[in-house]
Nanobody, 126 residues
Framework: QVQPVESGGGLVQTGGSLRLLCSDS????????VAWFRQAPGKEREFVAG????????YYEDSVKGRFIISRDNTKGTVYLQMNSLKPEDTAVYLC???????????????????WGQGTQVTVSS
């Protein structure tokens, strides 16, 4: 069973930083692709970033490239999303997703992911 849990969201001013965490205690999590998605009110859920089981392959949505960094520590069963230079348009609920059928390639399609966390709110004030 995979049950990812997000933490680290909050309120920050434009230009500030936050670090999100996605944690799971199971072995399957450590062997799977993990991604972050976000969903703003009235908008579709969109891919933000993803990485392979070993962290060697990373993928980013264009608007966050150069500002966000995804990484993982499998000894802690945790995937991180470091978010820098935050903008008001980054405001959304951020969700962690796990694709247990993939080791290396992170799909941008939400249908590919098998397990989801409850989400954590990120609000960027202008």
């Amino acid at each position: 069973q995979v049950q990812p849990v997000e933490s680290g969201g909050g309120l920050v001013q434009t230009g500030g930083s936050l670090r999100l965490l996605c944690s799971d205690s199971g072995r399957i999590f450590n062997l799977s692709v993990v991604a972050w998605f976000r969903q703003a009110p009235g908008k579709e859920r969109e891919f933000v970033a993803g990485l392979s089981w070993n962290g060697e392959n990373t993928y980013y949505e264009d608007s966050v490239k150069g500002r966000f960094i995804i990484s993982r520590d499998n000894t802690k069963g945790t995937v991180y999303l470091q978010m820098n230079s935050l903008k008001p348009e980054d405001t959304a609920v951020y969700l962690c997703a796990v694709d247990v059928h993939s080791y290396m390639i992170a799909s941008t399609a939400r249908q590919q992911y098998d397990y989801w966390g409850q989400g954590t709110q990120v609000t960027v004030s202008s």
